[in-house]
């Protein structure tokens, strides 16, 4: 099974929004950049604003593609694309209940990710983004 997921890298002063997934679902406890499942009917930016509306209550202003993952998990494999946010409006909130926590970026990797998302994190750590 084959899983296309948009995600979010909110970058503001220097900063990266993180959030933290639910125990209940697939890699429970783990941080990630926020994000989605795109559905059938919708782009990826489609996706990926949605997915920032429902889980953050952000309305995104300006994105930028950033980066493709694919990666092999036992269970599905996942298509990630990461966007670059620089732009949006609102104060972020966990709308599903989730942490959530603004991090320098030099410091991401203190926070145990999806092994899907460690490529993302030293590439992050090894270049400007901002």
């Given at each position: 099974?084959r899983?296309?997921?948009?995600?979010?890298?909110?970058?503001?002063?220097?900063?990266?929004?993180?959030?933290?997934?639910?125990?209940?679902?697939?890699?429970?406890?783990?941080?990630?950049?926020p994000?989605g499942?795109?559905?059938n009917?919708?782009?990826?930016?489609?996706?990926?604003a949605?997915?920032?509306?429902?889980?953050?209550?952000?309305?995104?202003?300006?994105?930028?593609f950033?980066?493709?993952?694919?990666?092999?998990?036992?269970?599905?494999?996942?298509?990630?694309?990461?966007?670059?946010?620089?732009?949006?409006?609102?104060?972020?909130?966990?709308?599903?209940?989730?942490?959530?926590?603004?991090v320098s970026?030099?410091?991401?990797?203190?926070?145990?990710?999806?092994?899907?998302n460690?490529?993302?994190?030293?590439?992050?750590?090894?270049q400007?983004v901002?």
């Open positions: 099974m899983v296309n997921v948009a995600a979010a890298i909110i970058i503001q002063n220097q900063h990266v929004l993180i959030s933290k997934r639910p125990m209940d679902k697939h890699l429970g406890g783990l941080w990630e950049f994000g499942k795109v559905e009917n919708e782009s990826w930016l489609q996706a990926l949605r997915e920032i509306k429902e889980e953050l209550n952000l309305e995104i202003g300006a994105s930028e950033f980066k493709q993952v694919d990666f092999n998990y036992p269970s599905q494999t996942v298509c990630l694309r990461f966007y670059i946010v620089s732009q949006f409006s609102g104060t972020p909130k966990g709308l599903e209940g989730q942490a959530l926590n603004w970026i030099k410091d991401l990797n203190q926070y145990r990710f999806p092994e899907a460690q490529k993302i994190v030293q590439l992050l750590k090894n400007s901002v």
